[in-house]
């Protein structure tokens, strides 16, 4: 039933971009595996082996620590609604901080969305695809403004103390790379 693929083909793509959320699983060498879902218009499709994704402030930052220790990544996607797929990349990435060479340009990639915390770019060298015969039919009833709200209320200064206090280490307390003082 799976099946694998060097690259995205066009109909990967197409999936993917239906989607309204999908996970990213990442893992230090040692210490906790982290998988955490994404949703709102973060993603984008950079090539048939390329992906990048527009991280936001949250109440962790686990990606990003576990990537400066091993760059390995997956990202999933899940059909809840008429076609049952699941498709997952494979590949290696690297987080993109406010004051990295080409912050701007990927930055422009994205909507302007509060929070903006890094990039994730993802260079992929496997795709796997398989059933989802056992993923629950679900539907979408429209985006969270939660996080959004929330970041807005902040602000510049808010967001950059809570990255210091709160996402500047994973949960085993390995640094994240985190820029507090970034403009």
């Known amino acids: 039933m ?16 239906a989607q309204h959320l999908f996970f990213v699983g990442s893992a230090a060498p040692t210490g906790r595996v982290n998988v955490s ?6 993603l984008r499709i950079l090539g048939p082996n390329r992906i990048a994704f527009l991280n936001l402030t949250g109440s962790g930052n686990e990606t990003a620590g576990h990537l400066l220790e091993d760059p390995r990544l997956t990202l999933m996607w899940c059909s809840f609604e ?9 590949g290696t990435a690297r987080m993109i901080q406010h004051s990295d ?3 701007g340009e990927m930055l422009d990639l994205f909507p302007d969305l509060p ?19 056992a993923v629950p039919f679900m539907e979408f009833s429209g985006e969270r403004d939660t996080l959004t709200r ?6 510049y200064d808010g967001l950059r103390d809570y990255w210091a206090t709160t996402n500047s280490e994973t949960l085993d307390g390995k640094p994240t790379g ?6």
Request: proline share 3%; aromatic share 10%; net charge negative.
């Open 37 to 42: 879902p994404k949703g709102m218009d973060t």
């Open 115 to 133: 929070g903006a915390r890094q990039i994730c770019e993802m260079e992929i060298d496997l795709v796997q695809n398989s059933c989802g015969y």
């Open 101 to 103: 060479a080409g912050w």
């Open 178 to 183: 985190i820029e507090a003082d970034a403009t």
């Open 82 to 90: 008429k076609r049952p797929l699941i498709l997952r990349c494979y």
């Open 2 to 17: 799976a099946k694998r693929f060097d690259a995205l083909s066009e109909d990967h793509m197409a999936f993917i971009e």
């Open 150 to 155: 929330w970041a807005e209320n902040k602000g």
